[in-house]
């Protein structure tokens, strides 16, 4: 079955400093791959998606690029602030209409 | 533009209660899932329907949680009779269709506390 590995946390970061999170995924077909965020007391919401191999999504500073050689689709920012701090999510999806999601990574952006 | 809306925000109740949680998802979107989210265990996926129609429960824990989407505007999720291990934070989400290109839209959560 389809399934997301992501990187386990938490992550602790000083602002500006380089954030990676890392997501491999393993499915049937071509999924889409997103990038869900959670702040606290808040539901998921995206944050960027790509639909087919070698898409870049961005938002908001954030990027991360549709590797099917790997089967990965790593989250990337240059210069995190305190306002990142929040539980990153990252899912797929299959043509069956709903989302495999990864474990969540905390992330801690200290001033 | 409205968001999907659950109600309560907050439920606190005594063990061996029922419990009803109640979502209104965006219109126009056809699916709909229903999520608990803890520490221990994540963010699992309980059941999902499409225009109105149950299509996965699998992931339902027993037979006190029980789901119904009377119409395409509104949904709930019951638990009959509630148990501790039951608190959680219950999520609703929507999406537009079935391209695997859709994100899905979540509702803020109910934060459920049985005692």
């Known amino acids: 079955g389809d399934s997301v590995t992501q990187m386990e946390g938490p992550v602790t970061l000083s602002e500006e400093a380089f954030l990676t999170i890392n997501c491999t995924y393993t499915?049937?077909?071509?999924?889409?791959l997103f990038w869900y965020v959670q702040y606290p007391g808040e539901g998921l919401q995206l944050l960027l998606k790509?639909?087919?191999?070698?898409d870049k999504g961005s938002n908001k500073g954030f990027e991360a690029t549709y590797r099917k050689e790997t089967t990965s689709f790593h989250l990337e920012k240059g210069s995190v602030q305190v306002s990142d701090s929040a539980v990153y999510f990252c899912?797929?999806?299959?043509?069956?209409?709903?989302?495999?999601f990864g474990d969540g990574t905390t992330l801690t952006v200290k001033p | 533009d409205a968001g999907v809306i659950q109600s309560p925000r907050h439920e606190v109740t005594e063990m061996g209660q029922e419990v009803t949680l109640r979502c209104k998802p965006i219109?126009?979107?056809?699916?709909l899932f229903w999520y608990r989210q803890t520490m221990m265990r994540g963010l699992e996926l309980l059941i999902y329907?499409?225009?109105?129609?149950?299509?996965?429960d699998s992931g339902m824990p027993e037979d006190r949680f029980s789901a119904k989407m009377p119409n395409a505007s509104f949904s709930t999720l019951k638990i009959q009779p509630s148990e501790p291990r039951d608190s959680a934070v219950y999520f609703c989400?929507?999406?537009?269709?079935?391209?695997?290109?859709?994100?899905?839209?979540f509702g803020d959560g109910t934060r459920l506390s049985i005692l």
């Open positions: 329907f499409n225009n109105n129609v149950p299509i996965d």
């Open positions: 989400a929507s999406s537009p269709g079935p391209l695997n290109n859709q994100p899905q839209h």
């Open positions: 790509a639909t087919k191999a070698d």
């Open positions: 219109s126009g979107h056809d699916y």
């Open positions: 499915a049937t077909g071509y999924p889409s």
């Open positions: 899912a797929l999806n299959t043509n069956a209409g709903k989302s495999t």
